[in-house]
Nanobody, 125 residues
Framework: QVQLVESGGGLVQAGGSLRLSCAASGRTFSSYVMDWFRQAPGKEREFVAAISWSGGSTYYADSVKSRFTITRDNVKSTVYLQMNSLKPEDTAVYYC??????????????????WGKGTLVTVSL
């Protein structure tokens, strides 16, 4: 399996931006589809975005489409989530995850092989 460590969370005002990073180690990073999930207090963990092995295909939850961008750097074994126009409802712990399934199937929590420990994003009014 691959080990994942997220960073870049913090407190930001509504309308602001943050970039999350997830550094991977262990097995070959480029062999995994990479995802971001989030979990708000009292809510279930939900899919945010996914990116294919080479980065050529990306998938987004409707709630973040056009505001968030997922990218990856296979040389650095890192996946990123650029978050713009943040809203208070984006407040959550954000998790990086890796899946060995094809991108169109790697969008559910049960499809993931490895998880990071998460990074907290708080968006204030």
């Amino acid at each position: 399996q691959v080990q994942l460590v997220e960073s870049g969370g913090g407190l930001v005002q509504a309308g602001g931006s943050l970039r999350l990073s997830c550094a991977a180690s262990g097995r070959t990073f480029s062999s995994y589809v990479m995802d971001w999930f989030r979990q708000a207090p009292g809510k279930e963990r939900e899919f945010v975005a996914a990116i294919s092995w080479s980065g050529g295909s990306t998938y987004y939850a409707d709630s973040v489409k056009s505001r968030f961008t997922i990218t990856r750097d296979n040389v650095k074994s890192t996946v990123y989530l650029q978050m713009n126009s943040l809203k208070p409802e984006d407040t959550a712990v954000y998790y990086c995850a890796a899946s060995s399934l094809p991108p169109d199937k790697a969008i559910g929590v049960y499809a993931m092989d490895s998880w990071g420990k998460g990074t907290l994003v708080t968006v204030s009014l």
